[in-house]
Structures are given as structure tokens and as C-alpha cells.
């Protein structure tokens, strides 16, 4: 099995490791992104599985894998919810960063330097859920990584993706607005023509053996600093919820 790793991505995200919590450093939007994304992946993974996101523990028996888990932004609160959480990252650096804030926070999850593929020559899978936040443009080849996303669900699995559209606007915000102007990444972490389109990424869902069933704008306000979720505006970052057919 071929690696969809693309190197030169993974050593962008090995220089920014140690910034992981702090929530003013180079992670700063997605810190500002984080509630509205949990938002729509515990709402999505509830109605999958009819659980009552009002108790303690909700996600109780679920296995949950966190795909490009970073320092475990979306991992903790995974398992804060009651899910047995794996968090993967081919950025080596990100790995220690991720173990230690999660022994800090009393929570037990199992961080690995791993990629999708590798993971699927393990017993591992499959999984009930994979959060597959902002890592399909950071690829070398899509089609195939989703396709082992696929792999590591079990039937009737849900799959959580997120991504950036790719159009002027996404560019003019994500990478002339994020990057240069606000300066909240570094020049270069993103490649404008790496970007999908939500019809692209709904593609890409199918040909992999997924069921795309949902899709939602992460639309930002630049008076109030929040994100919400547009049924509409997919016009720059935008999420998706598709699941594998039994």
C-alpha cells in the first residue's frame, strides 16, 4: 500500500508543533474554529448512533479515530465525551505535544506517529467514527486516502471531513487574509490549488465507497471574531458527514 503522506506538507506542521495550545500562537483559527467545529461533529456522530448528547458521556462505547490529531484539539474532547479515541499524525513533533497536555487534562488516549494507511496494517480497525478535519488538502493524493478512510470505518461508520473550498474568495481569506494580513499562519501552510470544491469532495466520498449526507459552511465574522455553521456559505471552509454503507 502506497503513502498519500506529502512530506514537505508534514514538515510545515512539524515547525508549528510546540504552538499547538496556545491559543494565540500560529493555531490561533482554529482555536477560534474549534467550537463551531465540535458543534457539528458531536451532533453528527449523536444523530449516527441516537445518542443524548445532554448526558455526561454520550460517546460512551464508541471508538472514535482522529486523523491529523495534531495536539489533540478535537481528540480530548472526544474523550471527554466517553469514546475510546485513537489520534494519528504523520508529523512526528506533534505526537509528545498531544500525550502530554492529555496526561495533564487526567485523559487516557492513545496518540501514535502513524499515517491512515499505516494504521490499516493494524488490528485496529475498524472504527465507529473518523474525524477528518483539514487534512485532504494537506495530502499527495486524495482519492486514495479517502479510500482508507473508508477502509478503517466499520459499516454504518461515520466519517466527519472538513476542507477549503477553492475559489478567489477562498484564497483572498484563507491564504492572502490568514497568512499575510492577519498573519495567523505562516506564508506557505496552504496551497491554494490543493483546495476542493464541495462537489469534488462529494465525488471523492463516492468513488471511495462513502455516502456523502451532509454538508456545511464554517462561516467567519470578522466584527464578533466567531464562526457559525451556513447551510449556504460554503464559499471557503466547509464540512461534510458521509458514512459507509452497511
Given at each position: 500500500?502506497?503513502?498519500?503522506?506529502?512530506?514537505?506538507e508534514?514538515?510545515?506542521?512539524?515547525?508549528?508543533?510546540?504552538?499547538?495550545?496556545?491559543?494565540?500562537?500560529?493555531?490561533?483559527?482554529?482555536?477560534?474554529?474549534?467550537?463551531?467545529?465540535?458543534?457539528?461533529?458531536?451532533?453528527?456522530?449523536?444523530?449516527?448512533?441516537?445518542?443524548?448528547l445532554?448526558?455526561d458521556?454520550?460517546?460512551?462505547?464508541?471508538?472514535?479515530?482522529?486523523?491529523?490529531?495534531?495536539?489533540?484539539?478535537?481528540?480530548?474532547?472526544?474523550?471527554?465525551?466517553?469514546?475510546t479515541?485513537?489520534?494519528?499524525?504523520?508529523?512526528?513533533?506533534?505526537?509528545?505535544?498531544a500525550?502530554?497536555?492529555?496526561?495533564?487534562?487526567?485523559?487516557?488516549?492513545?496518540?501514535?506517529?502513524?499515517?491512515?494507511?499505516?494504521?490499516?496494517?493494524?488490528?485496529?480497525?475498524?472504527?465507529?467514527a473518523?474525524?477528518?478535519?483539514?487534512?485532504?488538502?494537506h495530502?499527495?493524493?486524495?482519492?486514495?486516502?479517502?479510500?482508507?478512510?473508508?477502509?478503517?470505518?466499520?459499516?454504518?461508520?461515520?466519517?466527519?471531513?472538513?476542507?477549503?473550498?477553492?475559489?478567489?474568495?477562498?484564497?483572498?481569506?484563507?491564504?492572502?487574509g490568514?497568512?499575510?494580513?492577519?498573519?495567523?499562519?505562516?506564508?506557505?501552510t496552504?496551497?491554494?490549488?490543493?483546495?476542493?470544491?464541495?462537489?469534488?469532495?462529494?465525488?471523492?466520498?463516492?468513488?471511495?465507497?462513502?455516502?456523502?449526507?451532509?454538508?456545511?459552511?464554517?462561516?467567519?465574522?470578522?466584527?464578533?471574531?466567531?464562526?457559525?455553521?451556513?447551510?449556504?456559505?460554503?464559499?471557503?471552509?466547509?464540512?461534510?458527514?458521509?458514512?459507509?454503507?452497511?
Amino acid at each position: 500500500m502506497t503513502t498519500t503522506i506529502d512530506a514537505a506538507e508534514i514538515e510545515k506542521f512539524q515547525a508549528m508543533a510546540a504552538e499547538w495550545w496556545d491559543p494565540n500562537g500560529k493555531f490561533k483559527p482554529l482555536h477560534m474554529l474549534n467550537p463551531c467545529r465540535l458543534d457539528y461533529i458531536t451532533t453528527q456522530i449523536a444523530a449516527e448512533f441516537d445518542r443524548d448528547l445532554t448526558l455526561d458521556r454520550p460517546f460512551e462505547g464508541l471508538r472514535i479515530l482522529d486523523i491529523g490529531c495534531g495536539g489533540g484539539l478535537l481528540s480530548e474532547p472526544m474523550a471527554r465525551l466517553g469514546a475510546t479515541v485513537v489520534g494519528v499524525d504523520a508529523a512526528e513533533r506533534n505526537i509528545p505535544v498531544a500525550r502530554a497536555h492529555a496526561e495533564q487534562s487526567g485523559l487516557k488516549i492513545d496518540y501514535r506517529h502513524t499515517s491512515a494507511e499505516d494504521l490499516l496494517r493494524t488490528d485496529e480497525a475498524p472504527f465507529d467514527a473518523v474525524l477528518n478535519m483539514e487534512v485532504v488538502e494537506h495530502v499527495s493524493d486524495p482519492l486514495a486516502y479517502l479510500t482508507a478512510c473508508h477502509d478503517l470505518l466499520r459499516p454504518g461508520g461515520i466519517m466527519i471531513c472538513s476542507t477549503i473550498n477553492r475559489n478567489p474568495k477562498s484564497y483572498a481569506m484563507a491564504i492572502i487574509g490568514a497568512e499575510y494580513v492577519m498573519r495567523w499562519l505562516p506564508k506557505g501552510t496552504h496551497d491554494w490549488s490543493k483546495f476542493i470544491t464541495p462537489d469534488e469532495l462529494f465525488d471523492l466520498l463516492g468513488r471511495a465507497g462513502m455516502r456523502a449526507e451532509d454538508r456545511m459552511g464554517f462561516v467567519f465574522n470578522p466584527v464578533t471574531w466567531t464562526w457559525r455553521l451556513s447551510e449556504r456559505d460554503l464559499s471557503v471552509n466547509y464540512v461534510t458527514a458521509s458514512v459507509r454503507p452497511t
